[in-house]
């Protein structure tokens, strides 16, 4: 059964400060996405890796960047925190050559 | 552009009633399409895919090529089925592209 796993479920920070969310899963998946889930916006893809330390901008990707050190390992971070990021993030991983992607349970972000 | 849309957000029924929720898309070629579901306080998981032409849950989902559309459809709602519902696309080697949601509510 796959498992992507994410650190926290609910993070409040302050504006300014420098965040990171991490995203480890268990299936020796090449590819990892991260998303924002907005409400009517649906999900929104920030950055996606297909390998290590390979990263590719996706969607919305202005004030974040990622990390990709080890192949189970996927991280976000925001360089500076500002309001408009408070969101739900979505941390998920897809097999190469699968198409279903498998998620994390969200990390729930309020940036004050 | 590939593009995803559910022109619902929110939709109501009464349990035993029929649900439809709609989704279309826009891609040129030939996508896979998906509907993942969200149920409160869990993740995001694959409900069914138009390729495995199964039924999940008593929901089936059929691709129209003609009209771009991916509705998914149950026969007779259940309280249970009271979720978050996302259609996405995947054209081979790329991305999904979600749609915005749709929230279906199943009264009793």
């Known amino acids: 059964d796959v498992k992507v796993t994410q650190s926290s479920r609910y993070l409040v920070k302050r504006t300014g400060e420098k965040v990171f969310l991490e995203c480890v899963q268990d299936?020796?998946?090449?590819?990892m996405f991260w998303y924002r889930q907005d409400p009517g916006l649906g999900l929104r893809l920030i950055y996606f890796s297909y390998d290590v330390k390979m990263k590719e901008k996706g969607d919305i990707p202005e004030g974040y960047s990622v990390s990709r050190e080890k192949k189970e390992r996927f991280s976000l971070i925001l360089e500076s925190a500002s309001t408009n990021q408070t969101s739900m993030y979505l941390c998920?991983?897809?097999?190469?050559?699968?198409?279903?992607?498998?998620f994390g349970p969200g990390t729930r972000l309020t940036v004050t | 552009a590939q593009r995803v849309t559910q022109p619902e957000k929110l939709l109501s029924v009464f349990k035993g009633a029929p649900v439809e929720l709609k989704c279309n898309y826009s891609y040129s070629g030939s996508p896979e399409l998906f509907w993942y579901v969200q149920y409160s306080r869990q993740r995001l998981q694959l409900l069914l895919r138009h390729i495995s032409r199964e039924s999940i849950k008593g929901f089936t989902a059929d691709l129209n090529k003609g009209e771009t559309s991916f509705h998914l459809k149950k026969p007779f709602a259940q309280e249970e089925d009271s979720a978050m519902y996302y259609c996405?696309?995947?054209?081979?080697?790329?991305?999904?592209?979600f749609g915005p949601g749709t929230r279906l509510s199943v009264l009793p």
């Open positions: 299936m020796d998946h090449e590819n």
């Open positions: 998920a991983s897809r097999g190469q050559g699968a198409r279903e992607q498998y």
């Open positions: 996405a696309l995947s054209g081979y080697g790329q991305n999904f592209v």
